[in-house]
């Protein structure tokens, strides 16, 4: 079976009404429900699966918007396996109520009947607050300031908002249509986003609240990808570039790398497996997935593994890149992988890998995409100077405020967290606007 014809399976659209009710009608309705609790962006799952269950279909839509700015986003993306649905009460007596898809249902249908549950603020204030990156965490914020009637400023280093939604999450688990729609709720509110405008250079964000800005929330995300430490060949893309190309629409060039021929990805994180199966639809003959560690120790998710493997890509666990090969023209023509066993566990608790002497092997591909992490930018935090940092760069904030060393400036998201979760971004959005309102006098 083709990639194509594998996306139309029901699992890749949301629900109807019909399946949504019916979904519904299975939740126990519990009292204080564990699924709210084990939301990190407090999403209240509980609340509107109620309202649905009783057909209160724009309250089901406004209690989700109102808590998660992102709720359609996070109905798509959210590994509801491991948060919400995990804590299911359902599962004791059938499977969990399917928490993640009701939500995608609730926010699409709103969308659908021309109705938008982000209600516009009442008040209108005088101090502004600016954000930097456009991103679930600086949405968040931006959205829930608004919402306040805080006039908010997003300055986007990138030509178009949205962070990793946009430039990362390929357009086949996210489409383009979807993320506008999160976007015009939010612009709706009075947001203002200055795109192409990035806060860089000698204490940029400091000079933001010399121009006025009452407080400053810094979420630029994790844009420089980490490479490997070999030698350069023509082939060999980081994920960022990979991914970005495709949404931006740049896909000539990787088409031609790829098509009809055999790709390595890089990598054992949710990363990778975006990529290996974005280099299956740009027409790879074969994709492998070139792991370290064992198949269950891969940091992605299970059902993306599993989908991965369903789509054909060829996982190569226990597998350690060596070397990069290449033709007299500087061409990729191959990989030289070493074996690796699993040792003792290291201090994460998982058994490390150990490569095996004299099992090197060659991997014959024509390109290459490394997918093994993301940190921030060299000298990136100089447009910051007086915020404490990290050795690795990372902002150093409060976990429940976003306040930095720095008064009037918070942080959140992946700069903070290092690589984590959408829903973890937003969560740390609306903590910052809150304790930005406080500051400024207003109880959120
Ligand atoms: C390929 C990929 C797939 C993922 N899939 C999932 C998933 O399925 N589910 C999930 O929960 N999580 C997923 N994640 C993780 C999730 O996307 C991130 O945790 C989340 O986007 C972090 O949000 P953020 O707002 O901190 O940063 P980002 O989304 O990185 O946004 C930061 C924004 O700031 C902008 N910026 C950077 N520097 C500046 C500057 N100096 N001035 C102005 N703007 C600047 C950037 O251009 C960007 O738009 C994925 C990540 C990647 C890379
Ligand atoms: S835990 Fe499950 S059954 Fe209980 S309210 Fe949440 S969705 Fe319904």
């Known amino acids: 079976m083709g990639v194509a014809k594998?996306?139309?399976?029901?699992?890749c659209r949301g629900f109807d009404l019909g399946q949504a009710v019916a979904e519904a009608g299975r939740c126990l309705?519990?009292?204080e429900a564990p699924c709210s609790k084990a939301c990190p962006a407090q999403t209240d799952p509980g609340a509107f699966i109620r309202k649905l269950r009783f057909r209160n279909l724009t309250g089901a839509a406004r209690t989700i918007k109102?808590?998660?700015?992102?709720?359609?986003?996070?109905?798509?993306l959210c590994p509801t396996a491991r948060l919400c649905e995990k804590e299911c009460s359902a599962t004791g007596i059938d499977r969990p109520i399917r928490i993640g898809r009701l939500q995608r249902f609730l926010v699409e249908h709103a969308w659908k009947t021309g109705f938008n549950p982000l209600e516009k603020p009442e008040t209108r204030r005088k101090e502004k607050v600016a954000v930097v990156g456009s991103g679930p965490a600086g949405l968040a914020c931006a959205a829930h300031l608004a919402r306040l009637g805080f006039p908010v400023t997003v300055f986007e280093a990138r030509p178009e908002p949205g962070g990793v939604l946009r430039y990362g999450v390929p357009e086949f688990r996210l489409p383009k249509e979807f993320l506008q729609r999160e976007l015009d709720d939010i612009r709706a509110l009075g947001v203002v986003f200055r795109c192409g405008s990035p806060v860089r250079g000698k204490g940029a964000a400091e000079a933001l609240l010399k121009k006025g800005f009452k407080a400053v929330f810094l979420a630029p995300g994790l844009w420089a990808p980490m490479r490997l430490n070999s030698r350069k060949a023509a082939g060999v893309f980081s994920s960022v570039d990979f991914l970005a190309a495709q949404r931006e629409g740049r896909k000539g060039p990787l088409e031609n790398a790829l098509r009809g021929k055999p790709c390595a990805v890089i990598g054992g994180g949710s990363v990778a497996i975006d990529c290996a199966r974005s280099a299956l639809r740009l027409g790879a003959s074969d994709v492998y997935l070139l792991y370290r560690r064992s198949f269950a120790q891969m940091p992605a998710e299970e059902d993306e593994r599993l989908e991965a493997l369903q789509e054909g890509v060829h996982f190569l666990v226990l597998n350690q890149p060596v070397e990069y090969l290449c033709d007299p023209k500087g061409?990729?023509?191959?990989?030289?992988l070493r074996k690796t066993r699993l040792g003792r566990p290291d201090g994460s608790g998982r058994r490390k890998p150990e490569e095996v002497p004299g099992t090197d092997w060659t991997l014959e591909v024509r390109?290459?995409?490394e997918a093994i992490g993301n940190k921030a930018p060299e000298g990136s935090s100089q447009a910051y100077p007086s915020v404490a940092v990290r050795p690795d760069g990372l902002i150093r904030a409060g976990e429940k405020d976003g306040r930095t060393s720095k008064a009037g400036i918070y942080a959140g998201g992946d700069i903070v967290r290092g690589p984590d979760l959408v829903v973890r971004a937003v969560s740390d959005g609306k903590a910052a606007a809150k304790a930005i309102a406080a500051q400024l006098g207003v109880r959120a």
């Not at 594998?6 to 699992?11: F, I, T």
């Not at 061409?331 to 030289?336: E, S, V």
């Open 6 to 11: 594998r996306l139309d399976s029901p699992d």
């Open 29 to 31: 309705l519990c009292h």
């Open 66 to 76: 109102k808590n998660n700015v992102l709720g359609g986003a996070c109905g798509i």
């Open 331 to 336: 061409a990729l023509t191959g990989i030289r």
């Open 367 to 369: 390109a290459v995409i």
